[in-house]
RNA sequence: GCCGUUGUAGCUCAGUGGUAGAGCACUUCCUUGGUAAGGAAGAGGUCGACAGUUCAAUUCUGUUCAACGGCUCCA
């Protein structure tokens, strides 16, 4: 009896030297020691058939743990690596690591394209080896050892790790005849492998530097059992339904057209009146923030961004500037708004009384994005940013950041956008020279920032090397219908740009200071906010933001002239409304309007037209019964303003 | 930009070394129909583009363009 273990509740139990979690788990329940994946020892993960250290905490993890799904996901690399050495001697590993929905493994295939052709095959040889219920060994190596594996084994990529390792520090996995550079942990044996799906194969650059060879990632999921694995797949089938892509096809949102150009958006009717919607709800939260509008040109002197700095740091990746046909005069399509509002700020003289001023733009800017960086609305060429830059005082920043957040989060809100995560994007501080300013600035923003997510209690995670190169950010991240992760909002202080502009204001004592500017994006770019917002309510809009809100539907030519009478008394009010006029039966035209996710249909019939009411459907849910045109009206009203009132 | 996959009608997709097909959408006609697809006829494609092999290429080869999955990048 001499280790002393403290488990999740509290409780405490000792056991003899040279137990192992599996052990415990055992000594708890049989049935606990069936689903138990890893442990959690002294807040460390571990492999359940490593001793107990004396005293420890302990936890044990199953698969519904991230602890748990990450040795399960690890151990599947390792499995697929395996399998892949079998089938296909002579490979060269990379990496193999878990990542959030899945593992990967980066392998040099040498001259064979290995392609999803091969899927089948190693996921029946994953299969089949996860069956021998291999044990995962630890084995702890020394550095000498350890290259003289890989040496022999003839594997330069994991020779190349090695080398960055301390000795003392490096362990080995091995399970049946695999053995593998690893730091663990991995599951107890194979066996608890029961479901294997191969994803997809991508070119990744060893160590992430595309100087480097591109090695062949496979992308692959496993389960501890193929009902899992089946409501994987089917979570993957639904995510593709609300991919934003398809839907702004199916909606008739918006399209890209090989002669316009990649990566340039062209909106359609539906899609602009919904972009509309969202820009005015913007303007006025902006109005009552103290904002004002401004517009500005969408091409700028190239010196007004060698004045920012944008043209040396992004210059040569940019698109190239385009020339007066006579004079040779440079100018460049505009990236950025900010040194446009920056000679808007310097267009008159500033009083300390007059700060913050701040400027809002919906500006269209362009950027060369690379040819596969493309993406849907998510990454496109010209996008239009909800943007404005707060000139404040000192004093200011940090009130003035912080009133921002405030308007972030209403936005946010509004929109039903409950999940996000804030990202405090810091300097790398051990690479000083991609940025521009000095140190006392950056401090100073750093802490700003730091200080303001702080005091409205913001859930944030710190990124070193994420900052713009003028200044820290505060982003606002969400999810798309893959999973993927896109930045919206952004907010950023800069003490660079006013300094590089030569902003001033003049103080009550009459001499001249810098302003500090604030760069905000609530929304980041009209498109990417579009295409999110798209996916998150797969296609349903709430009814404010709904480009058609509503459709009269008569039943026959006969009840047309009173279809349009609603129809207009609708318009009338502001509520988009249509009327489906097509020779189709009543079935057909609410099938088209459910499929177009419109919100309301207004069936009209005979009764309708004689008891002067309209039957309404709502989207999703059907006959919610009869209304006045009037009451109808009303109706909608009340749930616009709801939903546009947040609380 | 890099690696891999794909590219046939407006959309979704079959198909073939001998100049193409389905469903939906579209047009016309019939139907005036009560809560998720009424019927008939018709029109529509230099099979992404350019070369090459071949008697013959949409099909095979190469190049190129674009989309997709990633990687690198992202003011």
């Known amino acids: 009896m ?19 979690a599996l052990d415990v788990a055992k000594s708890i329940s049989e049935g606990l020691a069936r689903v138990v994946l890893a442990a959690e020892v002294n807040g460390q993960i571990w492999d359940l058939h490593r001793s107990l250290p004396e005293k420890c905490s302990l936890s044990l993890l199953k698969w519904d743990s991230d602890g748990g799904k990450y040795a399960f996901w690890h151990s599947s690399a390792h499995l697929l690596a395996e399998a892949l050495e079998a089938l296909y001697p002579g490979i060269k590993l990379g990496i193999g690591p ?48 350890a290259i003289r594996f890989f040496t022999e084994k003839g594997d330069p990529y994991k020779l190349e790790l090695i080398d960055g390792l301390e000795d003392g520090s490096i362990t080995f996995y091995k399970q049946g005849n695999f053995t593998d550079l690893c730091r663990g942990p991995h599951l107890p044996d194979t066996g608890k492998i029961k479901a294997v799906k191969l994803l997809n194969t991508a070119g990744a650059y060893w160590r992430g530097n595309e100087k480097n060879k591109q090695l062949t990632r496979i992308y692959a999921v496993t389960f501890p059992s193929s009902k899992e694995l089946k409501e994987h797949l089917e979570r993957l ?33 539906k899609g602009a009146m919904l972009r509309e919607r969202l820009e005015n709800f913007m303007r006025k939260a902006q109005v009552r923030a103290g904002y004002e509008q401004v517009i500005t040109p969408h091409i700028g002197s190239k010196q007004l961004y060698v004045t920012s700095g944008h043209w040396e740091k992004y210059g040569q990746d940019s698109f190239r500037p385009i020339y007066t046909p006579h004079e040779g005069e440079e100018y460049l399509l505009k990236p950025m708004n900010c040194p446009h509002h920056c000679e808007i700020y310097k267009s008159k003289p500033r009083s300390y009384k007059d700060l913050p001023v701040r400027l809002a733009e919906f500006g269209t800017v362009y950027r060369y994005e690379q040819h596969g960086e493309l993406h849907g609305l998510t990454r496109v060429r010209g996008f239009t940013q909800d943007d404005a830059h707060l000139f404040c005082r000192p004093d200011q920043v940090k009130d003035e950041f912080k009133k921002v957040i405030d308007l972030v989060l209403y936005v946010f809100n509004a929109l039903g956008f409950s999940e996000y995560t804030a990202q405090i994007s810091l300097r790398d501080p051990l690479n000083k020279t991609k940025y521009i300013g000095t140190d006392e ?38 999810r798309d219908a893959l999973g993927r992760k896109w930045q919206l909002g952004t907010i950023q202080v800069d003490y660079n740009l006013p300094e590089r502009f030569e902003l001033e204001y003049t103080g009550s004592d009459n001499q001249k200071y810098r302003p500090v500017m604030i760069h905000r994006a609530p929304f980041g770019s009209m498109e990417r906010f579009v295409a999110v917002l798209l996916e998150h309510c797969g296609g349903k809009f709430p009814l404010w933001l709904s480009p058609e809100q509503v459709i009269v539907l008569p039943i026959s030519e006969k009840f047309k002239d009173y279809a ?19 020779d189709e039966k009543i079935g057909r035209k609410i099938r088209d309007a459910e499929v177009q996710k419109t919100p309301y249909m207004l069936i009209i019939g005979e009764k309708e037209v004689s008891d002067s009411v309209v039957s309404v459907r709502k989207h999703g849910e059907g006959d919610i019964g009869v209304m006045s045109p009037e009451g109808m009206l009303e109706y909608l009203k009340l749930e616009i303003n709801r939903q546009i009132q947040p609380v």
């Not at 001499?2 to 192992?20: F, M």
């Not at 980066?106 to 219920?133: R, W």
Request: cysteine-free; overall charge negative; aromatic content about 12%.
């Open 98 to 145: 878990p990542v959030e929905n899945g593992f990967y493994y980066d392998i040099d295939f040498g001259d064979y394209a290995f392609s999803s052709n091969d899927f089948e095959q190693v996921e029946a040889k994953m299969l089949e080896l996860a069956k021998q219920e291999n044990r995962f060994e630890r084995s702890e190596v020394s550095k000498a050892e």
């Open 2 to 20: 001499n280790i002393e273990v403290i488990l999740p509740d509290g409780s405490q139990r000792h056991y003899p030297a040279g137990t192992t």
């Open 237 to 269: 089938e639904e995510a593709k339904k609300r991919d934003h892509r398809k839907l702004g096809k199916e909606l008739e949102l918006f399209t890209f057209s090989e002669k316009v150009g990649m990566g340039l958006p062209l909106w359609l009717p």
């Open 564 to 582: 349009e009478n609603v129809s207009q008394l609708l318009n009338y009010h502001d509520i988009r409304s249509f009327v489906d006029n097509r």
């Open 441 to 478: 600035a950056w401090e100073k923003a750093e802490n700003a920032i730091i200080e303001a997510a702080q005091e409205k209690g913001l859930r944030t995670v710190t990124e070193l090397g994420e900052a713009a190169f003028y200044g820290p950010k505060l982003d606002f991240m969400v």
